[in-house]
Each structure stands twice: as C-alpha cells, then as structure tokens.
C-alpha cells in the first residue's frame, strides 16, 4: 500500500497544471458554496427579524372571526372580553417577554391634491416600543403627551403627498359604527423601514387619538406577543410554536398565528433560495467532475506503457486501480483544503462587514426581501464540513471509471504501447 502511496502522490507532482486546475475547481464551487450559503442565511436572519420587529411580534393573537375578515381589517371584532383572561395567561408564560395592543383599520390620506389609501394602526405607545422595533427607524420624534392629534407615516407615503414632519394632513376613515370621519393630524414622524407595507402605507396613532377619531372606546382587535429570543433560529421558532399550540388550546374561540404562519411568504422565499444555491452548487461540482475525470482519464492514456511494467512488476489489477482513484482522492483533498479555507476567510468579511444591499440592489432589496441596510453572513460549520466532504467524494467518483479501465489494460498490449 505505501508503494500505491508513493507512486499516487508521485504522480499528482508530474501533472501539477492539471492537477492545479482540477483542485482549483472544487475549490471554486465550495467557495461559492460557502459564500452563497452564508449571506442566504444572513439574509433570511434579516428578513425574519424584520417581518418580527416591524409587524408580526413573534405571535399575533386575534378572534377567529377577525381572523376570517382580516383584510378589511373590522372594527367591531375586537379581543375586549378575552383581554383579562389572554393577559392573565400570557403574564405566567415565563418565555413571553413582553405584550402590546394594536388595531388597525383602514382610510385614506390627503393633501387636497391627492388622496392616498392606507393601513392605519393604533398603538399604545409605550408598551408598543417593547415588542415592535420602530423608533430606530424614524425620522421626526415618536407620539408626545398630548398625541390626540399626532400621526407617523411611512416614508413613501411621505413622499407621494409631498409632506414631511411638522406638516398638518387629513386622514379619512370608517368609524368603529361605519360612519365616515375626517380630520385633521400632525404629523410627528415619518418611518423608513424595511417593511415595503409600512412605508408605502403605513399610518400610525395612539389610542388615545383613535378613540375620538373611530370612536374606538378603547376596543383592541389584536395582541401582539414578544417571546425571549434565545438560541438558533430553529430552536426560537420550536419554542414560539409550543407556546402557540398551548395558547391556542386554551383559547379555541381565537386564533393565534405564529410569525412563521404570518411570514409564510418569506418563508416560500427562503427554500426557494436554498435551492438555487443547491442548483448553482450542483452545475459548479459537475464541471469538477468532468475536470477530475479528464485529468485522471489523461493520465491513464499518458502512462500505459508504466501501466504495462508496473503488471509485469507483479502489480494487481486493484492495486493499478485504487492507485488511480487515490489520485482523484488526493486532487479532492486538495481543492476542499483550499475551497475551504479560502471560502471561510471570504466568509470572515462577510460576518464582520457585511454588504450594504440597499447600494447593491436598490430598492429590490427592501421590496423582495424585506431588509435594509447592511446584510452580515452567518456562520454554518456544518455546511462547510458537508461540502469539505462533498469535494471529496466528487474527486473520488470522478476517479474511480478511469481507475477501472487502467487496470482492465492487458499487460502485452501496455508494454507494445507507443
């Protein structure tokens, strides 16, 4: 076997340029690998942790009925009577961290020129800003004392009716009786967010203005539930769907979405491009494969005579082939060493730079993947272990067909090879 060895290693070092660009191949497809995997799943971090902090919380708790009507978002289908009891259970959750009100409503805004529709929510201001992550993206100042004639717009909105912080503007909407009301609100700042919704749409008032403005009294269709981020991604996401399933149980009258039921778009995007880079991964390993299958192919072609007094030397048909394979094995080791360790250095800036995607991709980063500013890759060891041995194991495939037709080659026929 340490013959095999010798000779193996002997003549990786003769063909270095096609040894070179074979490796550089598999070094290439992992490097791409490592990259691609990394900002992926930095991206859909970032699109997670939005979809929680800017509309979902981790858990959205409405009546069943409103639940079924959602999109006219109804006044009159409110949580009043299961307020007491929801937060008495919610309180001895000791993984629920936090819980505000919202309701929302739907109307429209006008500068007299033009009148726009949008999504109105009603917040409470202060328990509000300890689930939903708003204030670090507003320009102006959040809802004073006196709030009972202030409103927060999105930055697009701001835009289309040409208005800014400071400006007075008239919202229309529906009653909680369905009479129609007007009037007039300050607006007191204006958000950016990664939430195309919210910033395209996106009205915000306080309770205390919706009561006189809906006619609200106060009424809640909506709790939103902020749950203690602990661990991985996959471990938060077990642990909100425990805590909805228990919640749902108790509560069979309402419906409690989870963010992974309310961001299941998000989610459709996230396997979507899991399996792009799978793809992309897969075309990158075939042309190794067929690089890897060259290389060895050549020199079986190139050293059949060797071939013939290696056999007439006593050498076995197996020993001629698995000198061969180890030869794939070898240019394998040697592209997943590089690929690997080129790849987790790329990675490296990437976890601690990032890519300003909003300069990169414009708008169609805030709009498809609901994120802004900039995107930091993630570490996966066990991605980079996988495709460590992935490199591997293609070299060694790669190897193994002209490994066998090396070692069929008659031993008078090699020796008359010219």
């Keep these: 076997m340490g013959m095999i060895i010798k000779i193996a290693f002997r003549n990786i070092g003769r063909h270095k340029r096609r040894t070179v660009l074979s490796a550089l191949t598999i070094a290439a497809g992992l490097i791409v690998f490592i990259c691609m995997d990394s900002m992926l799943t930095g991206v859909d971090r970032m699109s997670i942790d939005n979809l929680i902090n800017l509309s979902s919380g981790a858990l959205k708790i409405q009546t069943a009925d409103y639940d079924k009507d959602k999109e006219s978002f109804p006044l009159n289908l409110t949580l009043d009577s299961s307020l007491a009891p929801l937060a008495a259970a919610l309180a001895q959750n000791k993984r629920v961290s936090h819980v505000t009100r919202r309701t929302q409503f739907l109307g429209q805004l006008s500068n007299y020129d033009e009148t726009v529709p949008v999504v109105g929510t009603v917040v409470d201001p202060a328990a509000d800003t300890l689930v939903f992550g708003l204030k670090p993206y507003l320009t102006g100042s959040y809802f004073g004392a006196d709030n009972s004639r202030e409103i927060i717009i999105g930055r697009q909105l701001a835009q289309d009716l040409g208005v800014g912080v400071g400006d007075n503007i008239t919202l229309y909407a529906l009653t909680k009786y369905d009479s129609r009301n007007a009037d007039v609100f300050k607006i007191v700042g204006v958000l950016s967010t990664a939430d195309p919704g919210i910033n395209h749409s996106g009205v915000f008032m306080t309770f205390a203005a919706a009561n006189d403005f809906l006619d609200l009294e106060n009424s809640t269709t909506e709790l939103d539930v902020a749950v203690a981020r602990t661990g991985s991604l996959p471990a938060f996401s077990a642990e909100t ?23 299941a778009g998000v989610m459709e995007l996230t396997h979507a491009k899991r399996m792009s880079g799978f793809i992309i991964m897969g075309i990158i390993l075939v042309i190794a494969v067929v690089g890897i299958f060259n290389t060895v192919f050549m020199s079986v072609y190139e050293r059949i005579r060797e071939i013939g007094v290696l056999r ?15 030869e794939g094995v070898i240019t394998g080791l040697l592209g997943s060493v590089l690929g690997c360790v080129l790849g987790s250095l790329l990675n490296l800036l990437l976890v601690t730079k990032g890519i300003p995607m909003e300069k990169v991709a414009g708008s169609i980063a805030t709009a498809s993947y609901g994120i802004a500013g900039n995107v930091y890759g993630e570490w996966n060891v066990a991605a980079t272990v996988v495709v460590f041995v992935l490199g591997i194991a293609v070299a060694t495939v790669a190897g193994i067909l002209p490994a066998r037709r090396a070692s069929k080659i008659p031993v008078t026929e090699a020796l008359r090879f010219n």
Excluded: C, T, Y
Aim: aromatic residues 8%; glycine residues 6%; neutral net charge.
């Design 241 to 263: 769907r425990d805590i909805q399933k228990h919640l749902q149980a108790d509560f069979p009258s309402l419906r409690v979405n989870s963010f992974l039921d309310l961001g």
């Design 312 to 326: 007439a030397h006593g050498m076995k048909p197996q020993e001629i082939s698995a000198m061969f394979v180890l």
